[in-house]
Structure formats: structure tokens, C-alpha cells
């Protein structure tokens, strides 16, 4: 495992729970949010979540053969 796997496997994480966290906030308690903020953690957080899918429908299907 090199490096840049390593960084990506602590971080990744920790800012999905930042940012998921500090939308939660935003949702329940009515926070005016930086748009900036928004249209950065939204798109992330869904590129993140995705990859791991299409990832863990790949080894599933080559787990299959």
C-alpha cells in the first residue's frame, strides 16, 4: 500500500463526516450555509459514495465468475 492510498483512507472518512454532519446542521436548524460549502460537500460526497458502488459491484461480479 502506497502512500497516497494511506491518505486517502484516513481522510476520506473524516471529511465525509464533516461535511455530512455539517449539512445535517444545516437542514435541522435552518443554518444559512455558504453556497461555496454546498457545492463543494454535495458533489464529493456523492463522487465518494459512487465509487465505492461501482468498486464494490466490480469485485461481486468478479467474485461470481
Known sequence: MNIA???KSVTRPAV???FA???AQ????RI???QWF???AIPVILWWFGERT???VK???KDER
Open 54 to 56: 461501482v468498486g464494490h
Open 16 to 18: 465525509t463526516v464533516i
Open 32 to 34: 444559512d450555509a455558504p
Open 38 to 40: 454546498l457545492g463543494l
Open 5 to 7: 492510498e494511506v491518505f
Open 21 to 23: 454532519a455539517t449539512i
Open 26 to 29: 444545516v437542514v435541522t436548524q
Open 59 to 61: 469485485d461481486k461480479s
